[in-house]
């Protein structure tokens, strides 16, 4: 991804952990979450839900297979 363009606000490649931070977030589906609460944010959703549900399902059996 770094060769493609993609770095941090500094110019550095993502690691592996802030990748999957942010691929965790449900702003992209067009959800806010603030103190704990979740609310429908006002912007359009960049990805569709069915696809953030699979990554979610992807993370998590990659987590169960690291235990």
Excluded: A, C, N
Excluded at 5 to 15: A, I, M
Excluded at 26 to 39: T, V
Aim: glycine share 8%; hydrophobic share 30%; charged share 40%.
């Amino acid at each position: 991804m770094y060769e493609k363009g993609l770095k941090t606000k500094y110019g550095w490649p993502f690691s592996p952990e802030s990748m999957k931070r942010l691929l965790k977030r449900k702003f992209y589906i067009g959800k806010l979450i603030w103190h704990g609460r979740e609310y429908k944010g006002r912007d359009k959703p960049i990805i569709e839900k069915e696809l953030f549900y699979q990554v979610q399902e992807v993370l998590k059996r990659r987590r169960e297979g690291e235990m």
